[in-house]
Every structure is written in structure tokens, then in C-alpha cells.
């Protein structure tokens, strides 16, 4: 089945420590997005990738890196820079090469807790 | 004020009834996309519409690009309906990102 997974569901990390977070899709799709997700607000785009090895800063990028060295893999690491890394973490990805055009596809999140 | 406004925040309604969720925006756009969200957290994109109406089993979309209005209808509620409903729109100018609504949480009761 086709589809996009995001490992863990789960994930807990001590405070000053750096996490990755996993997502990787095997609909061909080119283009690919990180969302974070607080409560009462909406999704806030972190970093996408329209291409492989090419990739741009979203609305909140501080304290987060990015790398697309891989079609189907779009790893995000939560480094110890970002304030308040707590949160629900989203990818997506689309097909084509003008990403937002098109319709997106998510994957199940990952509910990061910083301890 | 933000640019994608959401109405209700929240919504309960007895299975069967017909339910109507609001998203006015303030920008210009391309696109506008309803998706909805489940308990778990996954979400599925509904619709992807930039004018007139779209029909997809019980669900309905509208557009009012003049008026910068859209509305998601459920026809026939069921409780397997309750979740976040999401609206995002794609705006026509500078990088077409979304921009995301809160969502509207609805909770059907049998």
C-alpha cells in the first residue's frame, strides 16, 4: 500500500537534546513538507522540499534542520536550539514539481514531548 | 486577524442532523483545501476546490471566491463524522504556501 509513515507515534526526549524525527513515503511524490501542530492553533509549515537535495526554510524553521538526500526520505531533526520543541509533528508530501498545486498527503504524526 | 477564520470552534449535533462548518479568508488564493483530522492525529485531504461545489458521498464543498467564503456540508451525519475539520488555502501570490485554519471540532451524537 502507498501511503506515508512517521516513526515514532511516541517519542520523549530530555531538554538540550537533539531528536529525528522519521518520514518517509513511497508514493513518488517530489515534493515534501514538516508541519508543527500546537493546540488551538493552525498547522505552521517548518521546512519543504520540492526536490531532492533541494530544500527551503518554512515559517518557523528555528531550531529545526532538514535533509532530502533521498526521494522518499525527508528526516527533520528537533535540535536543542528550538525553544519549545513540544508539539505535533506532521509530513506531507505531493506530487509534481509545484508542490503547492497539488493536493497533499500526511502521514500519522509524532507527538514529541520534550521532558 | 488571522487570514483563514474557522466557524464554528466547536460543534456537537445529533446523528442524522446536517451540519455546515465556515471558513472565511482574507487573502487572495489559488486553491482552497478542506481536511480532516481524526482523533489519532492523521489527517486526509477532503477536498481541493477553487470554485463552485464539490460532492463526495455525504460531503459537500462550496466556494465564494468574491466573497472569500467557503462551507463544508455533511448530509446525514453519522458519529463516525466526529473529528477536526481543517481549512487551508494556497495563496496566489509570493511562494503559494497553505495557510491553515484552527479547525472546527465535531462530535456527532448517536
Known amino acids: 500500500d502507498g501511503g506515508i509513515t512517521q516513526s515514532p507515534k511516541y517519542l520523549f526526549r530530555k531538554e538540550g537534546q537533539n531528536v529525528t524525527l522519521s518520514c518517509e513515503q513511497n508514493?513518488?511524490?517530489?515534493?515534501m513538507y514538516w508541519y508543527r501542530q500546537d493546540p488551538g492553533q493552525g498547522l505552521r509549515l517548518i521546512y519543504y522540499?520540492?526536490?531532492?537535495?533541494?530544500?527551503q526554510k518554512g515559517d518557523i524553521a528555528e531550531g529545526y534542520s532538514v535533509s532530502r538526500e533521498k526521494k522518499e526520505s525527508f528526516p527533520l531533526t528537533v535540535t536543542s536550539a528550538q525553544k519549545n520543541p513540544t508539539a505535533f509533528y506532521l509530513c506531507?508530501?505531493?506530487?509534481?514539481?509545484?508542490?503547492?498545486?497539488?493536493?497533499?498527503?500526511f502521514g500519522p504524526g509524532t507527538r514529541l514531548t520534550v521532558l | 486577524k488571522n487570514e483563514v477564520e474557522q466557524s464554528p470552534q466547536n460543534l456537537t449535533a445529533q446523528e442524522g442532523e446536517f451540519i455546515t462548518i465556515n471558513c472565511s479568508y482574507s487573502?487572495?488564493?489559488?486553491?482552497l483545501h478542506w481536511l480532516q483530522q481524526h482523533p489519532g492525529g492523521g489527517i486526509v485531504s477532503l477536498f481541493m476546490?477553487?470554485?463552485g461545489k464539490k460532492k463526495h458521498g455525504r460531503l459537500i464543498a462550496t466556494i465564494n471566491i468574491q466573497e472569500k467564503h467557503s462551507s463544508l456540508h455533511i448530509t446525514a451525519s453519522h458519529p463516525r463524522d466526529s473529528a477536526v475539520y481543517i481549512c487551508?488555502?494556497?495563496?496566489?501570490?509570493?511562494?503559494?504556501?497553505?495557510?491553515f485554519g484552527t479547525g472546527t471540532r465535531l462530535t456527532i451524537i448517536p
Open positions: 522540499s520540492q526536490i531532492v537535495n533541494d530544500f
Open positions: 476546490l477553487s470554485s
Open positions: 487573502v487572495g488564493i489559488s486553491a
Open positions: 508514493l513518488n511524490h517530489d515534493a
Open positions: 506531507a508530501s505531493s506530487m509534481g514539481g509545484q508542490g503547492w498545486y497539488n493536493e497533499q498527503f
Open positions: 487551508a488555502v494556497r495563496s496566489n501570490f509570493g511562494n503559494e504556501k497553505l495557510t
